[in-house]
C-alpha cells in the first residue's frame, strides 16, 4: 500500500507534464485518521446477577467478551459489606481484566471494624489505556436521597484526548436529576476535547432531563442503535435508562445493549471514532 501511495503522484505529475501544465506537490500532510473506541455503561448491581447470585466473574467476562476499551460501572461496592463478601469491586474487576481503574466513592463510611478499609459504595471507570487524571464530584442531593456523584477520567487514545464521565442519577426524583444534570453540565463546561458520559440516569429518553442533556450531547443509541434499547430491568427488560452519550465531534458507529444475566441492568455498549483531527491538542 505504501508502494501504491508513492506512485499514484508520480503518474499524476508525468500526465500534468504530457498535458503541458505542472501539479505543484501539496505539503500538507494527510488528516490522521480517526482512533476507534469501544465503550460501555453497565451498572453492575454489586455484582449480583438476576438469579440473586453474587459473581462478579460474570461481570468481567462480559466486559472482556465485548472487547470494551472503557467502561463506566455504577453500584460498585469496595469493602462495603457481606452483600459483596467485603471485597474491593472495582481493583477486583481492573487485576482481573488487566485494565486501569479510578473509583468515586459516593458513600464514604466508617469500617465495620477499627483499622479495616472504610466501607465504599460509588461508581468506576476502567481503562484499556492509563489515566492521566481524574476526580469524583458530588451531584446535588435532596434530604435523606443517596449521594451520587459525577466521576472523570482524561485518557489518551493514540494522540486524542478524550474525557470520559460516569454517573448514577437519583431513581426517584426527577426534579433532582435536573438538578443533578445541571451540575453535570456545569461541570463539562465548553470542551475543547472529546467527551464521552456513560451512566445510568434512571429516565427514558422523553424524560426533560434526557432531552436537556442531549440538547448537547449525541445519544449513541438514537445515532446508531436499532430497536428500543431497553437496558432494565435485565430479565425482561422495558424501558431504556443506560445510555452511552458523546460529544459532537465523536462519530458513532454502532450502539448496542448487550444480553447477560450478570446483573439486573443490561450494559449500554457503543463503538465510536474520536477525531484524528485532534491529534497533538490538549496536554
Known amino acids: 500500500m505504501r508502494l501504491l501511495r508513492t506512485a499514484v503522484p508520480a503518474v499524476l ?3 500534468g507534464l504530457m498535458a503541458g501544465t505542472t501539479q505543484p506537490a501539496s505539503s500538507a500532510d494527510p488528516s490522521p485518521r480517526d482512533r476507534p ?4 455503561s453497565f451498572n453492575i448491581h454489586h455484582g449480583v446477577g438476576v438469579d440473586g447470585l453474587l459473581n462478579l466473574q460474570r461481570v468481567a467476562d462480559v466486559i472482556k467478551t465485548e ?3 472503557v467502561v463506566g460501572l455504577q453500584e460498585v461496592d469496595r469493602h462495603w459489606g457481606e452483600r459483596s ?6 481493583a477486583w474487576l481492573a487485576d482481573e481484566l488487566d ?16 483499622g479495616e478499609p472504610r466501607r465504599q459504595y460509588g461508581t468506576a471507570i476502567l481503562s484499556e489505556r492509563p489515566i ?13 436521597h443517596e449521594q451520587r456523584g459525577l466521576l472523570r477520567a482524561r485518557i489518551n487514545v493514540r494522540g486524542v484526548w478524550v474525557s470520559v464521565y460516569n454517573t448514577h442519577l437519583q431513581h426517584n426524583d426527577a426534579n433532582e436529576r435536573l438538578e443533578q444534570v445541571a451540575a453535570i453540565e456545569a461541570l463539562m463546561g ?3 476535547e472529546s467527551v464521552v458520559l456513560l451512566g445510568d440516569l434512571n429516565a427514558v429518553p422523553s424524560s426533560p432531563e434526557i432531552r ?6 449525541v445519544d449513541t443509541w438514537e445515532a446508531a442503535g436499532v430497536g428500543d434499547g431497553n437496558t432494565y430491568p435485565a430479565e425482561d427488560p422495558n424501558a431504556r435508562i443506560d445510555y452511552v452519550l458523546t460529544s459532537g465531534d465523536v462519530i458513532v458507529r454502532t450502539a448496542a445493549v448487550v444480553s447477560t444475566d450478570a446483573s439486573d441492568h443490561l450494559p449500554a455498549k457503543a463503538e465510536v471514532l474520536l477525531p484524528g483531527s485532534h491529534v497533538g491538542l490538549g496536554r
Open 67 to 69: 472487547g470494551v476499551d
Open 85 to 90: 463478601d467485603f471485597v474491593d469491586q472495582a
Open 37 to 40: 473506541l469501544t465503550v460501555m
Open 212 to 217: 436537556e442533556l442531549v440538547d448537547d450531547l
Open 13 to 15: 505529475a508525468v500526465l
Open 132 to 144: 492521566r487524571d481524574w476526580d469524583n464530584t458530588y451531584l446535588p442531593r435532596y434530604e435523606g
Open 99 to 114: 485494565m486501569h481503574v479510578v473509583y468515586g466513592a459516593n458513600l464514604d463510611l466508617d469500617p465495620a471494624q477499627p
Open 190 to 192: 465548553e470542551p475543547d
